[in-house]
């Protein structure tokens, strides 16, 4: 029977593979990917198709006010899921190419314009929606900017 190595800090047990204990390893410790690569591709196309369906919907139930459903209304609704698909699946690909502070700034910068249009559906003030989706805006820049920044180094790489 092989004896394993003794681990740091810890005893040797004969059989079983050393424990690490104490400090933490530089090794990256991920959670193992349980989907193929084709998986991944169909939903780079699906996942942006499908929230384009609910977003055009819901700026066409906005739009309509609870009111009758037009032909007016209903391609406004399939247009604003168009762009709204083909808008996010572009960003898909772009963004991860860019640096991360255009990286978090071009995410940003789609969900307060997608939140702007969306709220400008409704009866508010056009003020008011370009207030709030400024501040939708920032607060996702925010956000986008931390999880770039902790999760890449200086030269755009990912590290977690």
Known sequence: MAHAAPAPGGVSRPGRTPEVTG??????????DVF???THAIA??????????????????????GGPITGWNLLLGFVSAL????????????APRMPRELHA???????????????????????RAV?????????????????YYTREDAFGIRVR
């Open 23 to 32: 400090r933490a390893t530089n090794v990256s410790r991920r959670a193992p």
């Open 36 to 38: 193929d690569a084709r």
């Open 44 to 65: 780079r196309i699906v996942v942006p198709i499908g929230l384009g369906l609910v977003y055009g919907y819901w700026v066409a139930a906005d739009n309509r006010s």
């Open 83 to 94: 762009v709204f698909a083909v808008v996010s699946m572009a960003l898909l690909v772009l």
């Open 105 to 127: 700034l071009l995410w940003s910068g789609f969900a307060g314009l997608a939140f702007g249009f969306l709220y400008s559906q409704s009866d508010a003030s056009i003020w």
């Open 131 to 147: 207030v709030m989706s400024l501040l939708v805006s920032a607060v996702t820049f925010l956000t986008f900017f931390y999880r």
